[in-house]
Structures are given as C-alpha cells and as structure tokens.
C-alpha cells in the first residue's frame, strides 16, 4: 500500500507545483496588464488636460478679437499677442495627437500580447492538429467516403 500513498502524495505535489505556476503566471499577466492601463490611464489624463488647456486658449484668443473688433479696428494677426496664442494652440494640438497615438500603440501593443498569449494557451493544451482529425467539415470525409452510408450498415445489419 505504500506504492500507492506514494503515488498519491507525488500527484498532490505536482498538482500544487502546477497550481502555483498558474497562480505565478496569472499574476505576472494581471502585473504587466495594471501597468499598461496605468500608463493609459496617466496617458488619457494628459490628454484630458491638453483639451482644458486648448480650451483656455481658445477663450483668451476669442476674447482678444473680440476686443479689436471695435474700433479703432485691427487685424486681429497683425498683433504679436493673438498670434502667439494661436502658435500655443497649434503647439497644444501637435502635442495632444502625439498623447492619442501613444494610447493606441499602447492599446495595439496590449492586443498583440493578449493574442500571443492566447496562441501559447492553445498549443499548451495539446491541440497540435488543429481540430481536423474529428473528420468533421474541416477534416473531410473519413476515407471510404460513403456520407450516411456507414451508418446504415451499422443500424440495420
């Protein structure tokens, strides 16, 4: 009987070793996906905050023509002031469109892990001919090739 507690004692180890690495794994991958939607998140953030800075200069800019448009009038891009603001706002945009697209590699990046983690899964779980030996419409017809007519020879005797 001593083979078999054995046996037991060795297949609760494994299980537990086994157990432990999914736990190890899992939280590597819950680790390294926090960090990459912090970053979005700080990301969306600085977004946000570029937005609320064009806005302030959009109100400063709309203001100070409005302000010229009486008279003695002006060409609102004949002044130094208005055409710095709108330098900043352009400066303000350039920045904003670099922040989207560092989310969306971001986002692109997260994907491609997600998938390579998905492809590592399924060749972990032993499917290595890709679903086809079942002979089912992937698969074909089983050699033989009679469709229903096995099954009637079966049936009936």
């Known amino acids: 009987m001593s083979g078999f507690w054995d046996k037991v004692r060795d297949d609760l180890a494994k299980a537990v070793e086994e157990g432990w690495e999914a736990v190890k794994d899992g939280a590597k991958i819950a680790a390294e996906k926090g960090e990459e939607y912090a970053r979005i998140g700080k990301l969306r953030y600085r977004a946000y905050a570029l937005h609320r800075e064009v806005e302030k200069r959009f109100a400063d800019l709309g203001g100070m023509v409005y302000d010229m448009a009486g008279p003695p009038w002006e060409n609102p891009l004949s002044n130094?002031?208005?055409?710095?603001?709108?330098?900043d706002i352009r400066r303000l945009e350039e920045e904003t469109a670099r922040v989207e697209d560092e989310i969306a590699l971001v986002k692109q990046r997260m994907e491609q892990k997600e998938s390579q983690q998905e492809s590592s899964d399924r060749r972990q779980s032993g499917s290595p001919g890709g679903g086809a030996e079942g002979g089912g419409a992937e698969g074909g017809r089983p050699e033989g090739g009679g469709g229903g007519a096995d099954k009637a020879d079966k049936g009936g005797g």
């Open 80 to 87: 130094t002031e208005v055409r710095r603001i709108i330098d």
